[in-house]
């Protein structure tokens, strides 16, 4: 049974910086690859990046391209969402969430966190 927990969230300032984290128990963290989403206040879910069980491969949505970077510690069993230059559109409940295969074209994750909120002000 995968559990995830999503830690980090709370108030920002626009250009500033944050760092959430996703804690892994369960399972065997280093064979699932894990994903970012992401839904805003009368917005549909979207996707946000994701990363590969070994940790190689990556993929992010052109709206946080450039400025999210997505990274797992395999000692913490934890997978890491740094955000920069945060702006009001970053504003949102973030999810965390885990499948066996990898594939940065597919929201139908296995498992999924209970979500931490991150607001951003002007």
């Known amino acids: 049974q995968i559990q995830l927990v999503e830690s980090g969230g709370g108030l920002a300032q626009a250009a500033g910086s944050r760092r959430l984290s996703c804690a892994f128990s369960?399972?065997?963290?280093?064979?699932?690859?894990m994903g970012w989403f992401r839904q805003a206040p009368g917005k549909e879910r979207e996707f946000v990046a994701t990363i590969s069980g070994g940790g190689v491969s990556t993929y992010y949505a052109d709206s946080v391209k450039g400025r999210f970077t997505i990274s797992r510690d395999y000692a913490k069993n934890t997978v890491n969402l740094q955000m920069n230059s945060l702006n009001p559109e970053d504003t949102a409940v973030y999810y965390c969430?885990?499948?066996?295969?990898?594939?940065?074209?597919?929201?139908?994750?296995?498992?999924w966190g209970q979500g931490t909120q991150v607001t951003v002000s002007s």
């Open positions: 369960g399972g065997t963290f280093r064979t699932d690859a």
């Open positions: 969430a885990a499948d066996r295969k990898y594939d940065p074209l597919s929201y139908e994750y296995a498992y």
